[in-house]
């Protein structure tokens, strides 16, 4: 059916939720409702079709614990948000093989006990009518039936974030060449409107060809082909993380010239923020290339429903429409 119509379906699980999403034409909207209340309430899990895609899951958790770049970023988190739920991957390849393997009758379990409307936010980007999208939803299984969990739901977790005063690291030793770095900090929550701020300071950081870290590893430097900062955003806390890839030789010193490697350089560059913080002239051009993929993407129907839906997930009060985010929050 989705194939027919053009239509793309997929889905992925973050670390606070799991997100399954349609993209599809108008003509199209109210059949998928039906279709994805259907998928997510009433699925079958035929043991014959659970080993099988257990055995796939398992090939790509292999894949990403081979990925050194992966191994990195779960590393970093796992020190930024130490004594919490989110310093732990979504998942890894322990709950694959041996002893800590997930078995199908607690996989059911956790579906049945999760996978119900009450858990559920539903959003919708369409030219459909609010009217149509009602009748669909009130002819769908999200309010056919009734649906309760058939076993208790676990309780929410404690949060207790480790007070970090000192630094902290981890070193992992893979049979690799290249050696990736990763500098991260913790943030502020979702909740917290500075966060727009370190939007923009990720983007005069890495958001372009003449961002500072490209520039000062790369084109002064030569020393790395990869480098980024990423950011990411929870009800209680969040991250800031810079990235690298680089030769052995090149962490500490730049080879055998004798000046500073890629670890020391980030240091610096991190330092001269303290210090200096940006020029007026970088905020200009991040503002005005950010105002610009704003404007695009607010034309996207898949991101506007994305940013509604984690709206009513993270019971965010009073949030700017898509459309107006950079001239309310930039």
Do not use: W
Request: charged share 25%.
């Amino acid at each position: 059916m989705i194939d027919k119509t053009g239509s793309d379906i997929n889905a992925f699980t973050d670390k606070r939720y799991t997100k399954y999403f349609i993209d599809t034409n108008t003509e199209c909207v109210v059949e998928y409702i039906q279709l994805l209340s259907d998928m997510l309430l009433n699925s079958i899990f035929d043991k014959k079709e659970y080993d099988k895609e257990k055995d796939v899951v398992r090939e790509e958790m292999i894949k990403d614990a081979d990925d050194a770049e992966i191994v990195a970023l779960e590393q970093a988190d796992s020190v930024i948000f130490a004594g919490s739920p989110f310093e732990y991957p979504v998942d890894e390849l322990k709950y694959h093989v041996g002893k800590h393997v997930l078995q199908y009758d607690k996989i059911v379990e956790m579906y049945r006990a999760f996978y119900v409307p009450g858990r559920m936010i539903l959003s919708v980007c369409s030219a459909n009518s609010f009217e149509s999208i009602c009748a669909a939803v009130s002819k769908s299984f999200f309010v056919r039936e009734s649906h309760k969990p058939a076993v208790a739901c676990p309780s929410s977790p404690i949060l207790s974030f480790v007070h970090q005063t000192n630094i902290a690291y981890k070193i992992v030793k893979m049979p690799i060449n290249p050696v990736h770095i990763c500098v991260g900090f913790r943030t502020c929550s979702i909740h917290d409107k500075d966060r727009y701020v370190l939007k923009i300071l990720r983007r005069i950081l890495s958001g372009s060809l003449s961002s500072r870290l490209f520039m000062i590893l790369r084109e002064e430097n030569g020393l790395t082909y990869s480098s980024y900062t990423s950011s990411d955003y929870y009800e209680h806390a969040g991250s800031f993380t810079f990235y690298a890839e680089c030769d052995p030789e090149k962490v500490f010193k730049n080879g055998s010239s004798g000046k500073p490697g890629v670890l020391p350089l980030i240091i610096k560059l991190i330092c001269d923020l303290i210090k200096d913080g940006v020029s007026k002239q970088e905020l200009d051009i991040v503002k005005s290339s950010y105002r610009g993929k704003m404007m695009l993407s607010a034309e996207n129907a898949s991101s506007v429903a994305s940013y509604n839906a984690k709206n009513s997930l993270f019971n965010m009060v009073s949030p700017p429409n898509y459309s107006n985010i950079y001239s309310e929050c930039v």
